[in-house]
């Protein structure tokens, strides 16, 4: 993908909505991109907009950016022609309807939402605004890491011969302060989840990409590390791909002190494992050993050096993809659709868990689920 702004092309405007941590992450990766130009940060609590604002101009030395309250506000103060939305998972929809009404292209952090009759108004909104050749997309941005798009490639082309299973594990660790932290944490209202809506929507989301479409889910949840939390913070699950392979789902923020999060596609005529979203093993019945070193650069390699800033570079890949699908009029690589199966493979490991027992992931997508309130742990 090209880095370089065309002759004549302006840069689009964009503005962040949400000016947290990750905000500033987008900011980041956003000010890296000649063919976008940061031009408003809005939250409705102003000071976290000027504390992002202050922030960007110690780091970069550039201009003070606005600041705005409100989408409507920046909307109707600045050009705008791309909104990026990393508010609460809970909000999304009703800045997704604004930002497309008011015909810009619109970027949804991770989650897509935290409830899917919500998420099926962002696709729907999404197919309105493809038709009138806006892009929606939504990030996932380890879709782009080398090590992923190697063993996608190969998933996808047949290399790995008849996919047979998967493991996909996230061991990580919050802290009782983390969930303390804000009071939307650890809310099934505004989080929509715990440790694999929220830590592990993008390994989910991997392990769909590398395998295909999922038909059946048994899960199962509980909280065992922390209080004052409504959601999860341990769950297990398998799945039934449409191929007849199976995967085995771990996703945690009970694993002290964080381990790392491995992924690992096996087929009859090869594997792979991705352990941190570095490759670290990719073998066929066609290589001698191990190939990882021959697919990806050295800092792709488990345990390379991939620098202080990959967390930045990770959201500038997938920004380089959503700038050469506006300016190319095509899809995105990563889709509301996309996003919206990856959720519904979450809201499905959440609906197994409150019933006790498997769960067929097209009574999850048609809404025939949708009425149930999921617990954590199996409903009394």
């Not at 550039?62 to 909104?83: H, I, K, N, Q, Y």
């Not at 919500?118 to 782009?144: C, D, K, P, T, Y």
């Not at 930045?312 to 959503?322: A, L, N, S």
């Not at 095509?330 to 519904?344: K, N, Y």
Request: aromatic share 6%.
């Amino acid at each position: 993908m090209s880095t370089e702004t065309p002759l004549n092309v302006a840069p689009l405007n964009v503005a962040i909505v949400g000016c947290g941590i990750i905000g500033l992450n987008h900011a980041r990766a956003i000010l890296r991109h000649p063919g976008l130009r940061l031009a408003a940060l809005v939250d409705a609590v102003p000071a976290a907009a000027t504390a992002l604002a202050d922030q960007l101009v110690s780091e970069y030395g550039a201009d003070r950016l606005p600041e705005f309250a409100s989408l409507t506000a920046a909307l109707a103060g600045t050009d705008l022609d791309v909104v990026v939305i990393c508010t609460p998972s809970g909000l999304h929809v009703v800045l997704a309807e604004e930002a497309l009404a008011a015909g810009t292209h619109v970027v949804i952090e991770k989650p897509l939402d935290v409830s899917l009759p919500r998420a099926r108004e962002i696709l729907e909104l999404s197919r309105r605004a493809e038709q009138n050749g806006l892009v929606v997309s939504v990030i996932s941005q380890h879709r782009f890491d080398p090590a992923s798009v190697v063993v996608a490639d190969a998933a996808h082309s047949g290399a790995f011969g008849r996919l047979t299973s998967g493991l996909a594990s996230v061991a990580w660790w919050r802290s009782q302060e983390y969930y303390d932290s804000g009071q939307w944490r650890g809310t099934w209202e505004l989080d929509g989840g715990g440790a694999v809506m929220n830590q592990g929507v993008h390994t989910v989301d991997l392990l769909v990409w590398f395998l295909g479409r999922p038909v059946e889910i048994d899960a199962r949840t509980a909280l065992l590390a922390h209080e004052r939390v409504e959601v999860e913070d341990i769950a297990v699950a398998t799945i039934r791909f449409e191929s007849g392979a199976l995967a085995v789902l771990h996703a945690t923020t009970a694993a002290y002190p964080g381990l790392s999060v491995r992924l690992q596609v096996h087929g009859d005529r090869g594997s792979a494992i991705i352990d941190d979203d570095q490759l670290e093993y990719f073998g066929t019945v066609d290589s001698d050993g191990n190939r990882a070193a021959d697919l990806v650069p050295a800092s792709e390699l488990r345990g390379g050096d991939r620098g202080p800033d990959q967390f930045v570079v990770g959201h500038f890949r997938q920004y380089e993809d959503i700038v050469d699908a506006i300016r190319e009029h095509r899809a995105p690589g990563v889709t509301v659709a996309d996003a919206f199966l990856s959720l519904a493979v979450v809201r499905a490991v959440y609906l197994s868990a409150t019933l006790g027992r498997p769960v067929l992931l097209d009574d999850v997508l048609d809404g025939s689920l949708d009425d149930v309130e999921v617990t954590t742990g199996v409903r009394a």
